[in-house]
């Protein structure tokens, strides 16, 4: 699969939001909004995606309102785009759902079905037939034809048939979540539930149509950074790999944006690290068999909604966003806070934490610098008030968590690294028996990163995998490293 950076999808979703950008920096924000569908398809222009412009706008429309933070599922297609800047530049707060789908996007993509391709070649062995349990297979016109109705997906024709001509088609979004909280509707719309959904963001990633968006704060954030209040920017440890240029220099292409400070959330990292050693400590001691970590938002949502047997052996230890906010509200207590984060997971987590007043992600970021033409590599060196450690600043790859605790351990023998490397069925089932039997059998503490890679790998991360780890690599390297517990 593509990385969200590398996909035509993301490459849209960016343009609307410099766009957004731009029309808000502009003298007449409302009537900038509503033309930017028009601005992209011009009359006359090239349609790269769609049957025709109408529809290529019509969706362009939708990106834009989720890319103004409202809710598709909730558009009324009379209200226009000026109205919903309006809107927008009018309220207080958005609603808790942190993810849309676009439905004029959406409607593209073909429902889950097993599918007989051209290849058949009407065969007389016709294996296809005899193997299919459910008679859901004929032959009409000397061709293998399914029967929607009765077929229950269980794939066996598609081993029987000799020409390959068999496939099933899925449905990327519904294929990518792990615990099935998003699916097609009778109209052919995927419609997500959010007592199921743990915010991973791998639908966001998954869909080919860049129908799964992020409801977007950017305009809420920018109305306060061009107020007479102090803003304060909280970064995720895995910002490091995804912007041109050094961290001190994104410090102060953020600050000429308008924040007043900027902190790394790994000097939270550092928090979380000695707090989750010591309970390790303390577990071991107790002879528990093993700990998961709690870092990863993503994970924390699967034990509060999928498996809240598992709770016990979970660390209680706070995220380093929880310690990174608290630090902040204690130094600046009348200023807003904004967590800069890879995925909807945290972004979720910045919407729990009542010290996080905004949440803004690594594409909105990138939207806000080239919107306002701020240029990283042109900006100055800034440094920041407490140096994190060489582990907290790993804390977004996978292994990082486990690593810094491990590090932080005075007794380092006594653990054994488990790393579950991204969240999806299988690792769901691994970690549901973990809760039932009380043992894990890969080791004693257990990192859990939702994403594949880590936070690196959250589906808001704009750089290449390959350049992010490098560039993170390097800045991790320059820190010192963490000291162990007395
Ligand atoms: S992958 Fe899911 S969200 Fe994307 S177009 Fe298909 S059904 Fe819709
Ligand atoms: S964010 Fe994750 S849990 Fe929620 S619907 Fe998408 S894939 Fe499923």
């Known amino acids: 699969m593509n990385t969200n950076s590398e996909t035509q999808a993301a490459h849209l979703k960016k343009e609307i939001l410099i766009r957004i950008v731009k029309a808000f920096n502009s003298n007449d924000f409302e009537k900038n909004t509503r033309l930017i569908p028009f601005d992209m398809r011009p009359k006359g222009s090239e349609v790269p995606f769609r049957c ?92 293998s034809v399914i029967d929607g109705s009765k077929c229950k997906s269980c794939k066996m024709c598609i081993s029987a048939c000799p020409y390959n001509a068999i496939v099933q088609i899925k449905v990327p979004c519904e294929d990518s979540c792990p615990v099935g909280a998003i699916t097609k509707n009778e109209h052919g719309l ?75 959330v790994a000097q939270g990292a550092d928090i979380t690290t000695q707090n989750e050693a010591n309970e390790f400590a303390e577990k071991l001691e107790e002879n528990a068999e093993f700990m998961t970590t709690s870092c990863c938002a993503g994970y924390n949502e699967l034990v509060k909604k999928h498996i809240p047997e598992i709770l016990p052996f979970k660390s209680g230890t706070g995220t380093p966003l929880y310690y990174t906010a608290e630090i902040v509200k204690q130094d600046y207590p009348d200023a807003l806070t904004v967590f800069v984060s890879p995925c909807v997971a945290k972004r979720k987590e910045g919407m729990y934490n009542e010290k996080v007043d905004f949440v803004m992600n690594y ?23 407490t140096e994190s450690s060489k582990q907290a600043r790993n804390f977004g790859v996978t292994g990082g968590v486990a690593a810094a605790v491990t590090a932080a351990s005075n007794s380092p023998e006594k653990i054994k690294q488990c790393l579950i490397n991204g969240l999806n069925k299988q690792t769901i089932r691994d970690l549901k028996k973990m809760a039932k039997t009380g043992k894990c059998d890969c080791g004693n503490l257990v990192e859990v990163m939702c994403c594949e890679g880590g936070c690196m790998g959250g589906n808001a991360t704009i750089n290449s995998k390959k350049t992010a780890f490098k560039k993170l690599a390097e800045y991790t390297n320059l820190g010192k490293d963490i000291q162990p517990n007395k």
Do not use: W
């Open 190 to 264: 995927a419609e997500i539930d959010f007592e199921k959904c743990i915010s991973c963001g791998k639908c966001v990633s998954a869909c080919p149509f860049g129908a799964v968006h992020e409801k977007s704060q950017i305009i809420d954030i920018m109305k306060n950074l061009k107020s007479e209040k102090k803003v304060i920017a909280m970064i995720a440890p895995s910002i490091a790999g995804q912007f041109p240029g050094t961290m001190g220099q994104l410090k102060s292409a953020m600050i000429k944006a308008g924040f007043s400070d900027v902190y790394e």
């Open 52 to 143: 025709c412009i109408y529809k290529e706008r019509a969706i362009l429309k939708d990106r834009t309102i989720a890319g103004l933070g409202f809710a598709i599922e909730d558009d009324d297609e009379r209200k226009s785009l000026t109205e919903y800047a309006n809107e927008a530049l009018q309220r207080d707060a958005i609603d808790e759902k942190p993810l849309t789908v676009l439905d004029a996007a959406c409607k593209g993509c073909v429902p889950s079905r097993v599918f007989v391709t051209d290849l058949c070649q009407g065969c007389v062995a016709r294996p296809c037939t005899t193997t299919c349990k459910f008679g859901a297979i004929s032959i009409k016109d000397n061709r």
């Open 363 to 385: 594409e909105e970021l990138g939207a806000l610098l080239i919107g306002s033409k701020i240029e990283i590599t042109a900006c100055d060196e800034s440094t920041f008030v």
